[in-house]
């Protein structure tokens, strides 16, 4: 028997010829009747397999480049996780963006295999392009997923499947999402849907998505993106704000949105691409609802004030960032303290050399440093580095 077929609804019981058809019954099954399985990922620990994960962060901060650079690594089989050396086919919902201006710009830019990313939309009866709808159109996604053998579908934005119900009213989100998780689980694979934060902030990320709360009552899986307000490189964080399934201890994920250009028939064109530069001890969690210098704060920043100048002054004034970092966290100090301990201290940043990270100086005599707040801050694993040890576009 089938995982499907276990949980498929009985056939109707016919209990008399004056007796209205019973739609469904109440049943009960033994446990050990229940095949086990084994928990894969699209994305090692951070995009499950058989599930639907959020993708949400507030406009303009890079979400759908992520999702065009998950959706590129599946294409190529880049990604690290089940699906590693095996490029697969990917659907991508994409209705807040053109696509001949934007978004297959993106997917060059990605490196995407473009014979395997397909292009989601449904077909009006007067014709042309019309709204995908999760409440009509669940059926056919789940041919068209068959048809192509597609492993990761995108929905971005979320929202726009999701039209005609008032999303505020209990019951109704769920409703259109648990049908979505089931179709992840039937196929063994993986659904990312994007979505924004709310303006208004929070103390817990799942509460600020736009639309209801049941966003994140639902899912078992979800990343949110913030920027970091403390990182010279103008570089942004995504991790981990909700998972049942994954490791605690999964680290975030620092990125960058750089300028990429591609050739067109018409002349070349701008787009932004997603670029990991690394793994980072800063989460979404905190950056989004952060209230600085808080009185604990201010201790521990000023004990790494210290240390950090201490530890400058040792080296001679000047040290490599990946140095630094190291052991600071040997010492108990997080990168985002001692983040802002360098700018509290006057400690200059500079490139040494493409590929091989920052420095950090410090006037050994006791001054601020000449350089102070200047320059820019790279990631300790570099800037072709990425949160599994490979440079993006390339298998681990």
Excluded at 108 to 125: C, F, H, I, P, T
Excluded at 228 to 255: F, H
């Amino acid at each position: 028997m089938s995982n499907i077929d276990q949980f498929a609804p009985p056939p109707e019981v016919d209990t008399g010829d004056d007796a209205e058809p019973q739609p469904r019954r109440l049943r009960s099954q033994p446990v050990r009747e229940i095949p086990l399985k084994r928990r894969t990922w699209l994305w090692e620990n951070r995009v499950p397999l058989g599930e639907l994960t959020l993708w949400v962060g507030h406009a303009g901060i890079g979400k759908s480049q992520a999702a065009v650079w998950l959706a590129s690594e599946v294409s190529r089989g880049s990604l690290p996780g089940e699906l590693h050396g095996t490029p697969s086919p990917v659907l991508y919902l994409g209705t807040e963006d053109a696509w001949s201006y934007t978004l297959a710009p993106r997917f060059v830019a990605a490196g995407a295999d473009l014979g395997r990313v397909y292009r989601l939309y449904a077909e009006s009866y007067a014709g042309g392009d019309g709204a995908v709808s999760l409440a009509a159109d669940l059926g056919e996604l789940r041919d068209e997923i068959k048809g192509t053998g597609a492993r990761l579908v995108v929905l971005d934005a979320l929202l726009s499947t999701m039209t005609g119900q008032d999303l505020t009213r209990q019951g109704n989100v769920r409703g259109y999402l648990e049908p979505v998780s089931q179709l992840a689980q039937d196929l063994n694979i993986a659904v990312v849907g994007v979505a924004h934060f709310r303006k208004a902030g929070g103390a817990d990320p799942l509460h600020m998505i736009a639309g209801s709360a049941e966003f994140g009552q639902v899912v078992r899986s979800a990343i949110g993106f913030a920027a970091d307000r403390e990182a010279d490189d103008g570089s942004a964080v995504m991790s981990l704000i909700k998972t049942n399934i994954a490791p605690q201890s999964t680290t975030s994920v620092r990125y960058r949105i750089e300028p990429a250009t591609v050739d067109t028939a018409e002349g070349p064109t701008d787009v932004g691409r997603y670029v990991p530069i690394g793994e980072t001890e800063q989460n979404v969690r905190n950056l989004i609802d952060h209230v600085p210098d808080s009185a604990d704060e201010r201790s521990e920043r000023d004990e790494a004030v210290e240390w950090l100048t201490s530890y400058l002054r040792d080296q001679g004034g000047t040290a490599a960032a990946a140095d630094i970092f190291k052991a600071a966290r040997a010492d108990g100090i997080a990168e985002a303290t001692l983040k802002r301990a360098r700018k509290r201290a006057g400690v200059g940043s500079q490139r040494r050399g493409f590929g091989q990270g920052s420095e950090w100086t410090v006037d050994p005599s006791g001054s601020h440093s000449a350089h102070s707040g200047q320059g820019t801050h790279a990631d300790p694993n570099g800037p072709n580095g990425d949160p599994n040890g490979h440079t993006p576009g390339r298998p681990a």
